[in-house]
C-alpha cells in the first residue's frame, strides 16, 4: 500500500527551517497529502494536510507540486523537541480502507543543537 | 486541548491471558481507531468503529480480538487469548469525520507485554 517515497533520515540545525520531501508520483485526483510524526514512541501526531493547495498552520507549511507528484513539509524554524519520524500519507475520499492510514517507514528527522 | 485518553501505560500479561486495552476519545468524535506498533516496526492499522459497528479491520484482527463501546465515553479492545507476538503499544485513535480530512487524534498508546 505504499504509495509514498521518503528519505529514511535527514538532519537539521537547530532554529533553521527543516524541508522534508515526499514523492507521490501515484496520487490520483481526490487523495489528499497527510504528514503526521511521531516522537519516540508516542501517538503518531497530525500535523497537516491538503489536497493541491499549499497549507500553512501553527506546526508547519505544506507545499504540494503543482502535478501533485510530490511535496515537501517545511518546519519553519525546528527546534530539539520536533526531533521526531515524520510520515507522509496519502489517503483518498470514498477509497476502500478510507478510514484508515498507512504508516510508511517515514524519515527520522534529528534536529542537531 | 483535547486529548484521547488511554489505560493503562504499560501491561504485563502471561501468554493465553485475556487483556483489555482501554480509551478514552476526544467527546465530539464519532469515529475510532486502534492501531498497534512491534517495537521498531511500522505503525498498523487494526479496525475502525462507527455508529457501534466496525467499519473496517485489517488481516490482524483476527477472531482474538474484539472491540466495543460499552458507554458514552470508553471505547476497548480486547484480546481473548494473549501470544508472544501480541507484544506491542497499542494506540488508539479518534475523529470527527468518517474520512480522515481533518486528521486523527491519537492517545499516548498502551505497551503490552506477553510473557
Known amino acids: 500500500d505504499a504509495k509514498t517515497t521518503q528519505p529514511p533520515s535527514m538532519d537539521c540545525a537547530e532554529g533553521r527551517a527543516a524541508n522534508l520531501p515526499c514523492n507521490h508520483s501515484?496520487?490520483?485526483?481526490?487523495?489528499?497529502v497527510y504528514w503526521y510524526r511521531q516522537i519516540h514512541s508516542q501517538g503518531p501526531q497530525y500535523i497537516i494536510h491538503g489536497l493541491k493547495n499549499n497549507e500553512t498552520n501553527e506546526m508547519a507549511s505544506l507545499i504540494i507540486t503543482e502535478d501533485r507528484k510530490s511535496s515537501t513539509l517545511i518546519l519553519p524554524h525546528a527546534t530539539l523537541r520536533d526531533t521526531a519520524v515524520y510520515y507522509c500519507i496519502v489517503r483518498g475520499l470514498g477509497q476502500t480502507g478510507a478510514n484508515n492510514l498507512f504508516f510508511g517507514t517515514g524519515t527520522r528527522l534529528t534536529v542537531i543543537p | 486541548e483535547p486529548e484521547v485518553t488511554q489505560t493503562p501505560s504499560h501491561q504485563v500479561t502471561q501468554m493465553g491471558q485475556e487483556v483489555i486495552l482501554r480509551c478514552v476519545p476526544i467527546s465530539n468524535h464519532l469515529y475510532f481507531y486502534w492501531y498497534r506498533q512491534i517495537l521498531g516496526q511500522k505503525v498498523e492499522f487494526l479496525v475502525s468503529f462507527y455508529n457501534n459497528e466496525i467499519s473496517e479491520k485489517s488481516e490482524i484482527f483476527d477472531d482474538q480480538f474484539s472491540v466495543e463501546r460499552p458507554d458514552g465515553s470508553n471505547f476497548t479492545l480486547k484480546i481473548r487469548s494473549t501470544k508472544l507476538e501480541d507484544s506491542a503499544m497499542y494506540f488508539c485513535?479518534?475523529?470527527?469525520?468518517?474520512?480522515?480530512?481533518?486528521?486523527?487524534?491519537f492517545g499516548s498508546g498502551t505497551r503490552l507485554t506477553v510473557v
Open positions: 501515484t496520487i490520483s485526483g481526490n487523495e489528499y
Open positions: 485513535a479518534s475523529s470527527v469525520s468518517r474520512v480522515p480530512i481533518y486528521g486523527y487524534t
